[in-house]
């Protein structure tokens, strides 16, 4: 499974998307220096204060409320054909990341219906602020179904409440990419927040 985030903007008249991706030697090291022969060289003192300032950032963590977190993952686990070995809870995933020295994570909503949306953006925006108050790095992305009746109403409400972006995953939605409601949620995030979405799964007869 991979994940995708593109920020959409104009091009020519017609909304399309820009992938950036950030490769090894795109931006220069500043605990890399030169020797007088012109070559790269990092002395252990730098090393050692680079390891010290890095940062680890889950990207990509789901949680669900804690009243339906069994039932969750024992879905995602079937759906998936793998075992999950965490509780699913927002407390968990906290415990989680403290024990593993994880400063932060990308935390993605996921709304299997139209009637989930705000439900499911409200828990985790709840979430996001817990986190943050306990000095994680937390950026929220809200959920969206195909169905839901006001994408723009929802995207202004879910920008208000402070979130990053917005969360879209294909097959357990069983939303096409190519639909007219893929193009209609693109046209509305369009200049204001980035699309997260879930990409790499490979299902027969789907085209996600």
């Known amino acids: 499974m991979t994940s995708a985030v593109f920020p959409w903007k104009r091009d020519g008249g017609r909304s399309t998307a820009a992938r950036y991706s950030a490769r090894r030697g795109d931006l220069p090291d500043p605990t890399v220096r030169e020797n007088g022969k ?3 060289v990092q002395s252990m003192q730098e090393k050692q204060t680079a390891q010290n300032t890095q940062k680890i950032i889950d990207a990509h963590v789901h949680i669900y409320p804690e009243a339906i977190a069994d039932r969750a993952t024992e879905s995602l686990g079937r759906f998936y054909q793998f075992t999950v070995h965490a509780k699913g809870t927002y ?17 993605l909503a996921v709304a299997t219906n139209a009637h989930q ?21 937390c950026y929220a992305f809200a959920g969206m179904h195909q ?13 208000a409440l402070g979130f990053t972006g917005f969360k879209i995953h294909p097959d357990i939605q069983r939303m096409d990419l190519l639909s007219s409601a893929m193009y209609a949620l693109c046209e509305a ?20």
């Not at 949306?117 to 000095?135: I, L, P, S």
């Open 91 to 107: 407390e968990d995933l906290e415990r989680q990341a403290l024990s593993c020295g994880v400063s932060g994570f990308f935390l």
């Open 189 to 208: 995030l369009e200049g204001n927040m980035p699309l997260f979405l879930h990409m790499g799964d490979c299902r027969a007869g789907d085209r996600f």
């Open 147 to 159: 169905d839901y009746p006001d994408f723009a109403a929802e995207i202004e409400r879910c920008r």
């Open 38 to 40: 012109g070559q790269r």
């Open 117 to 137: 949306v705000q439900k499911v953006n409200d828990h985790v925006v709840n979430a996001m602020q817990t986190a943050r108050r306990h000095g994680l790095e």
